[in-house]
């Protein structure tokens, strides 16, 4: 936001005195600060960055110190645990959830990009009590860092992001585990894995902090898709053990079309 232009003046709340000076260190932020009371009532609109279940619980201890007609936000991995907290605010402020559909690995100011929102979808879930203006300024804030926003009920973004983000951190965490397996007999595995490893993997190497608050907040739906995945699993292993070239062959090419779909549309 601060190299976009995007805002008057950025404020940083974070909670460590090292934090703060990298923050200014890096023109992250118009100011920095560990304390609150010299954050939140200059705010307009505070922006929640923190692992989810930090989010649940920093929302309502800062309730204090927020500005009369602020706009709340956030950008957690998961809605439906972030509503219920947000439904607790006092009256007066305006909460609104909000997701990125991006990221990194890596955590940390020092991981930030100026370009990670673009062409990102944006998801906004407003609650019944959050007013249209409130609405339109996170979409504006989406659109003015490139990101696409669109709305969202905070169930349904919990169902589709279990699909398609939090299963394959949780398949990347499986392969990575059973190469792992494999290197306890032959550590060679490791000299030969190459780009297909790496990419599959990637998200692995996620903080787990953040991991954990994802999967425990959205514990139902990521079961429900693990569920899918193993059915998949069983498909696949079903037609190596019987050698049914025919099946999989089907299997790879419907996977193959639809990841096709999706991503090689122009």
Not at 121 to 127: G, Y
Not at 167 to 184: D, G, K, N, R, S
Request: with cysteine.
């Amino acid at each position: 936001m601060k190299k976009k232009n995007v805002c008057r003046k950025v404020i940083a709340l974070v909670r460590r005195q090292e934090a703060v000076r990298q923050a200014e260190a890096l023109g992250a932020a118009d100011f920095a600060t560990t304390d609150p009371a010299q954050a939140l009532p200059q705010a307009d609109l505070v922006i929640f960055t923190t692992p989810v279940r930090a989010i649940i619980r920093q929302l309502g201890e800062l309730a204090a110190f927020y500005k009369p007609g602020a706009v709340i936000t956030d950008m957690g991995s998961t809605k439906q645990e972030i509503a219920q907290a947000m439904a607790n605010l006092p009256a007066g402020v305006y909460p609104v959830g909000s997701h990125p559909m991006c990221g990194k690995e890596q955590a940390g100011l020092e991981a930030a990009e100026a370009t990670l929102y673009e062409g990102a979808p944006w998801i906004v879930t407003p609650l019944e009590r959050t007013p249209p203006a409130a609405i339109n300024l996170i979409f504006d804030l989406s659109e003015a860092v490139g990101a696409k926003p669109r709305l969202l009920a905070p169930d349904r973004h919990d169902k589709l992001v279990a699909a398609i983000s939090h299963l394959p951190h949780a398949m990347a965490t499986a392969l990575v585990l059973a190469a792992q397996q494999v290197a306890e007999t032959d550590p060679a595995v490791w000299e030969v894995a190459a780009s297909g490893f790496r990419d599959t993997s990637r998200v692995a190497a996620s903080d787990v902090t953040m991991m954990l608050d994802i999967l425990l907040t959205n514990r139902a739906a990521v079961g429900e898709m693990l569920a899918l995945a193993q059915s998949q699993l069983a498909h696949l292993a079903a037609a190596l053990a019987a050698g049914d070239e025919a099946a999989l062959r089907k299997l790879l090419e419907q996977a193959s079309q639809q990841r096709k779909a999706v991503y090689n549309k122009g």
